[in-house]
Nanobody, 113 residues
Framework: QVQLVESGGGLVQPGGSLRLSCAAS????????MHWYRQAPGKQRELVAT???????NYVGSVKGRFTISRDNAKNTVYLQMNSLKAEDTAVYYC???????WGQGTQVTVSS
C-alpha cells in the first residue's frame, strides 16, 4: 500500500509559477514510475508528465518547455515545477504511481488574474 499526498497548489496569475509536491509513503518509492495528471472541470483526466525510476521524463505537448517533473528518492517525493502558467492549466493535479496504481487526493491549481 502506498499513500500519496499532493501539496503546493493555489491561485496564481497568468505567467506565474508554482511547484507541486507529491510525498509518498512506503520504502519502495524508487522503483515506481511517477505520473502527474490533471483534471479540469468538465474534462477528462489528462496525463501531464511522467518520470521513470531511472529519471527519464516525458510531457504532454501543451506543457513542454514550461513544466519540469523531478524526483527525490531520498525524500520519497516527486515534484512538478510549473512556469509560465496559463489559464488553461487550471485543474486539479494528481500524482499517480505505476505499475501499481495509487492516487493522491489532488491539489487545486487556479490560474487567473
Amino acid at each position: 500500500q502506498v499513500q500519496l499526498v499532493e501539496s503546493g497548489g493555489g491561485l496564481v496569475q497568468p505567467g506565474g509559477s508554482l511547484r507541486l509536491s507529491c510525498a509518498a509513503s512506503g520504502s519502495i518509492f524508487e522503483i515506481y514510475t511517477m505520473h502527474w495528471y490533471r483534471q479540469a472541470p468538465g474534462k477528462q483526466r489528462e496525463l501531464v508528465a511522467t518520470i521513470t525510476s531511472g529519471g527519464s521524463t516525458n510531457y504532454v505537448g501543451s506543457v513542454k518547455g514550461r513544466f519540469t517533473i523531478s524526483r527525490d528518492n531520498a525524500k520519497n517525493t516527486v515534484y512538478l515545477q510549473m512556469n509560465s502558467l496559463k489559464a488553461e492549466d487550471t485543474a486539479v493535479y494528481y500524482c499517480n504511481t505505476w505499475p501499481a496504481s495509487y492516487w493522491g487526493q489532488g491539489t487545486q491549481v487556479t490560474v487567473s488574474s
